[in-house]
Structures are given as structure tokens and as C-alpha cells.
């Protein structure tokens, strides 16, 4: 058992993690980044001195993560924030060589709080599933979001979380599948049948693939298979396209929700469920005593549980889970360092002597 020594949250954070957590990581040359927006932090999952390195930032509400050309862009309850990768800068970092990358906030755009979901960059933009308004979006700086689909039965964008559209996944740069909640036209309507109401669809025909699902998230497609969870009864399915039907590849003790697929290893997240509002009468809320909050990692050749990390304290459900590819140890610098209790970092050109004069007056 391990607490969390940067102490960002009121509650204490302990944690534990399966003795391959390490290994693993080293074996794929990656980090993670895990968001929650209950606890309001995006976590850095990294390996230090052949140890888990863990550390919480802050950001209201955080949900979707995606990977840019340049860096990171980071979802939270009212914006989303731009953050640049800088290797070079990150081995000036103390303690220096501990850290191989930094992702520094740069600036953020505003959405308004439009429960934005999953996001991906794809053809030079950031997709992103808007929740709120039922539609798939992207951004422009002069607009809160731009709507470039909904589902065929949505009949007209309205803040109204028609169908809690929420996952979504990218082929060659524009969206492929998509998972909501239900098939529902009415403000909210998704909820009155959550325990078999979801779906899982193709963008480019409007085609429903799947129904009877319970709350579904994160579609993802791997070596030309599509992968997603069905997440109120804690599972990782895979669509068969022969049979039109679902196969299970691994049962998890925690609503599912959140992944990345990679090197045939699935990354996903889980969460406990506590209230009965939104997680009353699914099948995983019967065993809500035993469930488990963190990170589950799924050997898809076997779909046996390959590793673990699970929250014991302060974090009860996760959002999303990104890989960060090539980087063992990464550091962000958030928008609100003062609440991470880490230092600010400065990044400026240098001034070029005799070049300009100071102003007089």
C-alpha cells in the first residue's frame, strides 16, 4: 500500500498495485494519464528508479484525455485545456533525470459545461463526443463547439442529454463508432431504461450495431477488430461483424469505463459505484460492496487480468486512461500549480541583448 506524497487532496489517496505494474510499463515503453472527474485530477502513472511513480494534478472535473501532434489536450468541466510536450525542458526538472517529458498548460478553449466525453485528434482537429447536445463536435475559436453529427434519431441539438452520447472512436482521422446510453429523444430519456438501452453504432452509415447494452463507453478498434465496454456489467466486449454479436473478453470487478489499447494489452479503467441515481438497477450496482476502483490490464490474447492499480482511498470512479507512448516518467504543469503544491515552471525565449531599448517616458 502506497499514499500518494503529493497530498492534493483533502481526502488522503492510498493506493496498491500488482508486482508485474513495473515490469510491464518498462516492457512497453510507456506512462499512463488517468482522469476522475469525482476527485477533479488527471493522474501520471510512470516508472522511477525501477519504482511506480504516481502523481495527481488538478483540473475541475477532468474527463476526456486525447494526444495531439504536439501534446496533450485535457477535458474539464468548462474548457478544454491545451497542454505542449517538452522532453528538452523535463531533464532540468528537479530531482533532474527523473523526469523524460512535461507537459506544459498552454492555453484552453471554452465550451461551457457541455459534459464532454471522449476525445481524439484526427485530420488536424480534436474530435470530441458532446454529451449535452447529443453530437459529435470540433473546435474552432470562434464558437463554443462546432456539431458535425448526430445519431439518426436525434431530431434537433438541444442541451438535454438526449442519449448520453459519450464514446467514441476515430479510422483514418474522422469518427467510426460511437456508444450511447440510449436511443432516446427526450431530455434525459436514456435514463428510464439504463440497464438495456445502449448502443453501439457506425458514424458513417448510421447504422445501430448493438443494442440491449448496459451504459457502454470507450469503443476502440485494434488490429481491424472493434473493442468496447459494456460497462454497467463490468465487461470488455468484442463485436463479432459476422454474428452481429457481442463476445465477452474479460469481466471486471468495477464499472468499466475508459481505455487504450495497446501492444495487446487493454488498459481500462474502473470505477466503484455508490449512488443510485444514475447506477441504480444495473447488473455490476448488485456487487457494489466488491467493486474495485483504478486500472485493470487486459492481455486480449488470453483475457486474463495482466496487471492492476487500484485506488484504496480518495478516488472512487475514473474516467478515461491514455497511453503516453515512449516516455517512462512524465510530469504535467497544470493550470492551477498552487493546488498541485508544485512550483510553477517558467518557459520563455531568451531576450536578445541589443536588439530593443526600454521604454521612457
Known amino acids: 500500500m502506497l499514499t500518494d506524497p503529493d497530498k492534493t487532496n483533502l481526502t488522503p489517496v492510498e493506493y496498491e498495485h500488482s508486482p508485474n505494474l513495473v515490469p510491464l510499463l518498462n516492457q512497453l515503453g510507456l506512462s499512463l494519464l488517468i482522469s476522475t472527474y469525482q476527485a477533479g485530477k488527471v493522474i501520471t502513472v510512470g516508472v522511477h528508479n525501477d519504482a511506480a511513480d504516481i502523481h495527481f494534478y488538478h483540473f475541475e ?92 434519431f436525434i431530431s434537433q441539438l438541444a442541451s438535454e442529454d438526449r442519449c448520453h452520447l459519450n464514446g467514441m472512436v476515430l479510422e483514418n482521422g474522422e469518427p467510426r463508432y460511437v456508444t450511447a446510453l440510449g436511443e432516446t429523444d427526450t431530455p434525459a430519456g436514456w435514463r428510464e431504461n439504463k440497464a438495456s438501452g445502449g448502443c453501439l453504432m457506425e458514424v458513417r452509415s448510421n447504422q445501430i450495431l448493438l443494442r440491449g447494452l448496459c451504459m457502454p463507453h470507450s469503443p476502440r478498434m485494434f ?42 494489452y487493454a488498459f481500462i479503467g474502473l470505477s466503484r459505484v455508490r449512488e443510485t441515481n444514475v447506477f441504480g438497477g444495473i447488473p455490476i450496482a448488485e456487487r457494489r460492496e466488491h467493486l474495485r476502483c483504478g486500472l485493470a490490464i487486459v492481455d486480449l490474447r488470453t483475457g486474463q487480468i495482466a496487471g ?52 521612457t517616458s
Open 61 to 152: 472535473q477532468a474527463m476526456g484525455i486525447a494526444r495531439t501532434p504536439t501534446g496533450l489536450m485535457v477535458g474539464s468541466r468548462r474548457q478544454f485545456w491545451y497542454l505542449v510536450g517538452n522532453p528538452s525542458l523535463a531533464s532540468k526538472i528537479k530531482p533532474e533525470g527523473k523526469y523524460d517529458v512535461v507537459f506544459l498548460t498552454r492555453s484552453s478553449h471554452f465550451t461551457g459545461p457541455i459534459m464532454g466525453h471522449e476525445m481524439d485528434w484526427g485530420n488536424q482537429q480534436l474530435w470530441f463526443a458532446n454529451t449535452l447536445f447529443s453530437c459529435l463536435c470540433v473546435i474552432q475559436p470562434e464558437f463554443n463547439f462546432v456539431p458535425k453529427w448526430t445519431p439518426p
Open 223 to 264: 488490429q481491424n477488430q472493434l473493442y468496447f465496454l459494456d460497462s454497467g456489467k463490468g465487461h470488455l466486449c468484442l463485436y463479432d461483424a459476422s454474428s452481429h454479436l457481442p463476445t465477452v473478453v474479460a469481466a471486471m470487478n468495477g464499472y468499466t469505463r475508459g481505455m487504450e489499447i495497446w501492444g495487446h
Open 308 to 359: 492492476f492499480l487500484h485506488f484504496k482511498s480518495g478516488v472512487e470512479e475514473i474516467f478515461e486512461v491514455k497511453v503516453i507512448p515512449g516516455y517512462r516518467c512524465p510530469m504535467l504543469s497544470g493550470p492551477l500549480p498552487d493546488v498541485d503544491q508544485t512550483d510553477p515552471i517558467w518557459l520563455a525565449p531568451p531576450l536578445k541583448v541589443g536588439t530593443s531599448k526600454p521604454v
